[in-house]
């Protein structure tokens, strides 16, 4: 069943911070993370394990809560680069969520 | 490394048509991996394999035929093409499944008139 990502799209200025969360319906064992920009491949960012601890690429975090099963993506002073559509995926052949698109403007 | 390599790039086929898009890795990952991305919508696993001589369908596997003969390679066969078949099609591979990163290949555009 396909996780539930929100909000669907987000605009930013440089440097302002955004949330980008992902729920499951069902019990999760670990959450992937990937930006895909417009035209290319999705890119990895990390993925996050149960019991495990909060990972961070660059300025970018993301957390993982068992209980709830939900992970939340946290972006910290965007930049222009941070333009993309952000995925979650769960494993059991890694069901994507719809995207969320991020927009970061000068 | 070249990584996850796909071809071709873009392939416009006639309705009833036939194709196969290519898939290949020289990262020596056991796990490969189909979906298809319709614009702004998310990635649709249509098959997957977890080693050669094993596969299973995802999502969406309606339409297409997967053969894994070879660690490195993951053919993916559209049989009497449709339109609804219009769509990106990208091919990934991971070491394992669950915790293991998936690297994606560049796609294939694919337009069924």
């Known amino acids: 069943q396909q996780p539930v990502q929100s909000p669907q799209a987000v605009i930013l200025r440089e440097g302002e911070d955004a949330v980008i969360n992902c729920s499951s319906s069902k019990a999760l064992y670990s959450v992937h993370w990937y930006r895909q920009k417009h035209g290319e491949a999705p890119v990895f960012l990390m993925i996050?394990?149960?019991?495990?601890e909060q990972m961070r690429h660059e300025k970018i975090s993301a957390s993982f809560n068992e209980k709830k099963q939900q992970s939340s993506l946290y972006l910290t002073a965007s930049q222009l680069s941070y333009s993309g559509t952000y995925f979650c995926g769960t494993e059991n052949k890694l069901v994507f969520g719809a995207g969320t698109i991020l927009r970061v403007k000068s | 490394n070249a990584g996850v390599t796909q071809t071709p790039k873009f392939r416009i086929l006639k309705i009833g048509q036939s194709m196969t898009l290519q898939c290949a890795q020289d990262m020596n990952h056991n796990y490969m991996y189909w979906y298809r991305q319709d614009p702004g919508m998310g990635l649709k696993l249509i098959y997957y394999?977890?080693?050669?001589?094993?596969?299973d369908k995802g999502e969406v596997p309606n339409g297409y035929n997967v053969s894994r003969s070879t660690t490195e390679d993951f053919p993916l066969r559209l049989e009497l093409a449709a339109p609804s078949q219009t769509s990106v099609y990208f091919c990934?591979?991971?070491?394992?499944?669950?915790?293991?990163?998936?690297?994606f290949g560049p796609g294939t555009r694919l337009t069924v008139l």
């Open positions: 990934a591979s991971s070491y394992g499944s669950r915790a293991d990163t998936q690297y």
């Open positions: 394999s977890v080693g050669a001589g094993i596969t």
């Open positions: 996050l394990l149960k019991g495990g």
